[in-house]
């Protein structure tokens, strides 16, 4: 476990080195630069003014020297300051990266709890797995966008139970309503994964002998599915967990910016289109990271669960 471990770590040191480097030149390498965007903002800006602030900046240096600077204040914990939100980079990442958590959080779990439910119900009852399809079909099928706006007409603007966007500034039960419609939206966008992978392997564990055996010494029905079903089925469900973790800590614009929430994704879009290299490499480097800790967290407790794949 220790090597696979130390293997692992180096695996995604490297992986985000090459990233890095990578997204730095892509960036590096677009149409324009701050200077060019600060004298399209103030004509009184003459050549050699712009002259002195790419030198000042360093931005008439090559590419790779750029990005040799960069990454080494950079691994000195220098993450430098946001042309877009005049403010450290460092202050802008951390509440965006905490909302979103918060919402990747909710939205695993529920889109998980319900579609294992459902996964375990297509397996054990198998007459009502064509319902357990239809509700994963049409949550898979349904856009986001689309199952967001019907959710705020349906339960904000309709209703009024719950708040149509925004997130509350204090936590408690207040912070809890303006997660429901974010975290409905994504779970049910979520929940068909769980669903058929837990469905498929849970379907073909109870088939298994020793599971026979099992109901012929008397073991319940539902001690058999939580003792001995469900931790042999729960190994590819944890890959398909570390996956969504990673693609929603990136892929959340679409709901984040319908629901008004500041997070990763609408960042990330503000500061691609801005412009913003500081702000737009760290927070890409951040979302690989999160999404290569997650497949490892799912490495490892696949290897917990089945010893045989260590």
């Known amino acids: 476990m220790i090597r696979l471990l130390a293997g692992r770590l180096l695996q995604i040191a490297v992986t985000l080195a090459l990233l890095s480097l990578a997204m730095f030149l892509l960036i590096g390498l677009m149409p324009g630069d701050p200077i060019d965007l600060a004298i399209a903002g103030d004509p009184r800006l003459t050549a050699e003014d712009a002259a002195r602030l ?8 090559p590419l790779l020297t750029r990005y040799l600077a960069w990454a080494a204040a950079l691994l000195r914990g220098e993450f430098g300051y946001s042309r877009l939100f005049a403010q450290p980079v460092a202050q802008i990442i951390g509440p965006a990266l905490g909302s979103t958590l918060v919402l990747l959080g909710a939205a695993v779990a529920v889109s998980a709890l319900i579609g ?4 375990a119900l297509a397996a054990m009852r198998p007459r009502l797995a064509p319902f357990a399809d239809a509700i994963a079909i049409l ?4 856009p986001s966008f689309w199952l967001g706006i019907l959710l705020i007409i349906v339960f904000a603007v309709t209703l009024g139970w719950l708040p149509a966007g925004g ?11 303006f997660l429901v419609l974010p975290v409905a939206t994504l779970a049910m966008a979520n929940l068909a994964a769980y669903a058929r992978h837990s469905a498929a392997e849970l379907t073909q564990v109870l088939r298994a002998p020793w599971i026979t055996a099992a109901r012929a010494r008397g073991v319940g029905e539902m001690r058999l599915l939580l003792r001995h079903a469900a931790p042999n089925a729960a190994v590819p469900v944890l890959q398909v967990a570390a996956l969504d973790a990673g693609s929603l800590v990136g892929g959340a614009l679409i709901t984040e910016t319908l629901f008004a929430r500041p997070g990763m994704g609408k960042l990330i879009y503000d500061a691609v289109m801005g412009n913003d290299t ?6 890409l480097l951040l979302v690989a990271l999160v999404t290569m800790l997650a497949t490892l967290a799912a490495d490892l407790g696949q290897r917990a669960l089945d010893p045989r794949l260590a």
Do not use: F, I, K, T
């Open 116 to 119: 294992l439910s459902l996964g």
């Open 278 to 283: 500081n702000l737009a490499l760290v927070a």
């Open 54 to 61: 790419r030198a000042l900046h360093g931005l008439d240096q």
């Open 167 to 177: 997130s509350a500034e204090a936590g408690g039960w207040e912070a809890l309503r």
């Open 139 to 142: 949550g898979q099928s349904a």
